[in-house]
T-cell receptor, first 114, second 112 residues
């Protein structure tokens, strides 16, 4: 069975600080996808990034960066120079290759204090 | 390009009643998935429909059912509502290859 663990329930940081959200996953599959989604107060889940299990290259996109380490089954997400608009709940998720079913972590509520 | 549309946004139902929720996916998307989000259980997968066929199913009782129409629009039905069915129900639309799902704003169901 697949499992995603987000140990941080809530994080608060002052604006402009960097913040890292942790994600640890479990799966028996050799090929899978990992995702990060953001859920603002409006409710919809907003796609942020997808990584393939065979691609451990880390990625930076603007203020966002992701660190995928297969050896430790971790897929962490960092926001650099945080802004108030980054306040939301962030979910890490896992799926089998080609399968639409997402297994979500419990989410991390991020609050950026102005 | 229009996003995923879920209707209604809010619903209040009485225990024992049934309810139907609707989801209109992004044009060209053939896969629609449904999720239940509650404070206690988090986000849980209900089922996925692809080209009018249920392709995947989560661990929910038979009171939860769905269908998909030829235009890819999907409906989800919950019969004999229980208080524990109160949740945010999210619909996700995609091409069906598992690479990226787009979510609607959800329907918040309250059972009293």
């Amino acid at each position: 069975a697949q499992k995603v663990t987000q140990a941080q329930t809530e994080i608060s940081v002052v604006e402009k600080e960097d913040v890292t959200l942790d994600c640890v996953y479990e799966t028996r599959d050799t090929t899978y996808y990992l995702f990060w989604y953001k859920q603002p107060p409006s409710g919809e889940l907003v796609f942020l990034i997808r990584r393939n299990s065979f691609d451990e290259q880390n990625e930076i996109s603007g203020r966002y960066s992701w660190n995928f380490q297969k050896s430790t089954s971790s897929f962490n997400f960092t926001i650099t120079a945080s802004q108030v608009v980054d306040s939301a709940v962030y979910f890490c998720a896992l799926s089998d290759f080609g399968n639409e079913k997402l297994t979500f972590g419990t989410g991390t509520r991020l609050t950026i204090i102005p | 390009k229009a996003g995923v549309t879920q209707t209604p946004r809010y619903l209040i139902k009485t225990r024992g009643q049934q309810v139907t929720l609707s989801c209109s996916p992004i044009s060209g998307h053939r896969s629609v998935s449904w999720y239940q989000q509650t404070p206690g259980q988090g986000l849980q997968f209900l089922f996925e429909y692809f080209s009018e066929t249920q392709r995947n199913k989560g661990n929910f009782p038979g009171r939860f059912s769905g269908r998909q129409f030829s235009n890819s629009r999907s409906e989800m039905n919950v019969s004999t509502l229980e208080l524990g069915d109160s949740a945010l129900y999210l619909c996700a639309s995609s091409l069906g290859d598992g690479r990226k799902a787009f979510f609607g704003q959800g329907t918040r169901l309250t059972v009293v």
